[in-house]
């Protein structure tokens, strides 16, 4: 007991301390901001104040404590550490043996986890019975299951609302027919969030995301949008675009009101739009205003996002969407930022007018106090910079759009927004510009944009052209530093950006790096690709380098002898070419590894492959070297057996080259009479 109130009133005392202090520094505090900023008050919030108080403009508040929001520390820790280039996807840490060390596998492994979690959270939600014990302290909703039946069965408004919510589609109608063949009356608000559900998913149940299913395989070598469309798997927005039925529910339904209001339209209107309805869209928009009602700002925007749908010429286009917009001044009818950005996208389809109304159209929006996102700079870029249009005298254009971003940190407000570091880092691909490619990959990195570029498979072609860039226009020592720090880490490369960074090193004359780059190779599962493979023996076997490089060099080429013969991990064998043996053969000499090569000569006969004379020539100039007179022969009854022309050659360089013996030289003399008769 002495113990406790000796503890109680040392805290007690060290409590008065810190009271006093705090009120100390706080004094000092507003003396100092006074003597600096003599025409203005300060005023210091009490303990219990968690707000800034109300004050004039020339007072400044200084809340004595600020409420931290719970992910704070978190923020706070994470802010001290830098991405680990050595380290996997954040997603494949839990399990090293899951961590992936090539494309394929990494779309392999991230496939698998999102199917076994969805599996998980399938049986989750089909038996909840089974899981109803909450672990988690505090409570954390989304750990238990959902509720994905029904459980209203008698026929009632409660149970249509409840259908809506879970989004079942085709029980949503059925309930609302049995409901208006019985005489039950149904709200126009509920009547609307049916339509709404209808219109969005297009008359047909939503695929279950937590339903396990077949997903297609991805396309290994993804540089663009095309081939990442191709290389999406089976996904719900895929399905989703089947065409706008005639007279479906959604066009019953709708008839069945007696007053249809704004809301009904304009749900009516956007899925005729989302489902490439556009002309009956516009003749629902003009039966919305003989009704004598007004649209919201969505019904405009799906119209305006419709009109080069509708109008072939582009002026025809320009004018229905400057028409529109007149239509919402009338009608008072703000727009927002998805009004600019319909606008925006749908000048990508008006040719060189897009070019002479996109600025216009942004210094509108800023004008209405509306910022533009990246999904409207993203637009702008795709006006003025078209795939494969040439791009001379327009850089200045990608320079103001970075002008603006740079150093903002955005908010996804548009689903176009992950096509922003996609579309600039093309633009700065086809204008070889490398010093804006370095400000779109720093815009990258500021706040949470990185959250803004996409899907693995978007995020895959913006490190492509990246990396490719990097391998056109920079030194190979930046190069490099750039290649370990995005690769494997965020980046696994295809088999061209290999090949681009080969060229890279044969530009900059850095074949010693080859050993290096070969491992790699293997280890991201391009081993089995032949013309990567080709490409890189014919840079081995150009020249010939110092003995430590020549020796590295050999051992690499025996490297890729071997997995001609091996494979990699059960893939398709390559096959031997004649250059490729040539190439090896040529590494080899230059190594004087001249047993390794004698038996990689073999497999020219081994694999129907017929040598040029010019390496026979060099292979002979080696023989001389070691003086081997038997080699030499049988060099030359290997040419007399493919009847090279130029074996008479051979023979004359070993006769006068090489001392012989007699029976060397009653050899050659059968040869050289063999070589003379198949001529």
Not at 19 to 40: E, G
Not at 251 to 262: D, G, K, M, V, Y
Not at 364 to 381: F, G, R, T
Request: proline share 4%; hydrophobic share 40%; glycine share 4%.
């Amino acid at each position: 007991m002495v113990f406790d109130h000796a503890l109680g009133v040392m805290a007690s005392s060290c409590s008065r301390a810190l009271r006093h202090h705090a009120c100390k520094s706080n004094r000092i505090l507003r003396i100092h901001l006074q003597n600096s900023w003599p025409n203005r008050s300060f005023v210091v919030n009490s303990a219990a104040d968690q707000q800034p108080a109300v004050s004039s403009l020339e007072e400044i508040v200084i809340p004595k404590k600020k409420t931290w929001s719970k992910e704070a520390v978190l923020q706070a820790l994470a802010s001290t550490v830098n991405r680990d280039p050595t380290a996997s996807d954040y997603r494949f840490q839990d399990d090293p043996y899951l961590a992936p060390k090539t494309s394929l596998d990494f779309k392999l492994f991230s496939l698998s986890q999102e199917s076994g979690r969805n599996a998980a959270k399938y049986f989750i939600n089909k038996y909840p019975n089974y899981f109803q014990k909450d672990y988690a302290h505090p409570h954390i909703p989304c750990l238990m299951p959902e509720t994905l039946e029904a459980q209203i069965e008698e026929a009632s408004e409660a149970a249509l609302a409840e259908r809506v919510q879970l989004r079942k589609v085709k029980a949503a109608v059925d309930l609302y027919d049995h409901l208006q063949q019985a005489g039950t009356s149904v709200s126009l608000d509920l009547t609307n969030e049916l339509l709404e559900l209808i219109c969005f998913y297009g008359d047909c149940d939503p695929a279950q995301e937590n339903v396990p299913h077949q997903r297609s395989e991805e396309t290994e070598d993804v540089q663009d949008e095309p081939l990442a469309r191709k290389a999406r798997g089976a996904r719900a927005s895929d399905v989703l675009k089947a065409p706008w039925k005639e007279n479906n529910n959604a066009e019953r339904i709708f008839a069945l009101l007696s007053e249809p209001n704004t809301r009904s339209y304009s749900a009516l209107i956007r899925g005729m739009v989302k489902y490439g309805a556009y002309a009956k869209a516009f003749s629902t928009y003009t039966d919305l205003l003989n009704s004598r009602l007004t649209a919201d700002v969505h019904i405009f925007n799906a119209l305006i996002a419709a009109a080069p749908e509708v109008q072939e010429k582009y002026n025809e286009k320009w004018e229905l969407i400057v028409d529109l917009l007149k239509q919402m001044a009338e009608q008072k009818v703000k727009p927002n930022l998805l009004t600019f950005n319909a606008v925006l996208k749908a000048l990508r389809r008006c040719g060189a007018l897009g070019k002479s109304q996109a600025f216009p159209v942004i210094s509108e929006m800023k004008a209405l106090n509306i910022d533009p996102c990246l999904a409207s700079y993203a637009h702008v870029l795709s006006i003025f910079y078209k795939t494969g249009a040439p791009v001379q005298g327009q850089k200045d254009i990608l320079q103001e759009v970075m002008y603006e971003v740079s150093g903002r940190s955005f908010t996804p407000q548009d689903p176009d927004d992950a096509q922003f570091f996609i579309t600039a880092m093309r633009i700065c691909l086809e204008t070889k510009d490398i010093e804006q490619a370095y400000r779109v990959h720093e815009l990258l990195g500021v706040g949470e944009n990185w959250r803004l570029m996409g899907n693995d498979v978007k995020q895959n072609i913006y490190y492509a052209r990246f990396f490719s860039l990097l391998c056109l226009m920079e030194h190979v020592d930046v190069m490099m530093k750039w290649y370990r720090d995005l690769i494997p880490s965020v980046y696994y490369p295809s088999s061209n950006a290999m090949t681009d960074l080969l060229r890279a090193l044969d530009t900059e004359n850095r074949l010693d790096l080859i050993p290096q780059i070969w491992k790699d190779i293997k280890t991201l599962g391009h081993a089995n690709r032949q013309k990567l493979v080709e490409d890189l023996l014919a840079l081995m076997a150009r020249e010939t380098h110092s003995p430590q490089v020549q020796d590295s060099l050999a051992d690499c080429a025996l490297d890729i002898k071997s997995m001609y013969s091996t494979g990699d991990r059960g893939k398709s064998l390559m096959s031997w070419t004649a250059g490729s043996l040539s190439d090896v053969i040529s590494v080899l000499l230059a190594a004087h590894r001249t047993p390794d090569a004698w038996e990689t000569l073999k497999l020219f006969k081994t694999h129907n492959r017929v040598p040029s004379v010019a390496l026979l020539n060099r292979f002979l100039t080696c023989v001389k070297e070691s003086g081997d007179v038997d080699q030499a022969v049988e060099l030359v009854k290997i040419s007399a057996g493919f009847c090279l022309p130029d074996t008479h050659t051979l023979i004359q360089r070993i006769q006068q080259e090489f001392e012989l013996s007699q029976q060397h030289k009653s050899i050659l003399s059968d040869l050289e009479i063999q070589s003379f008769n198949s001529d």
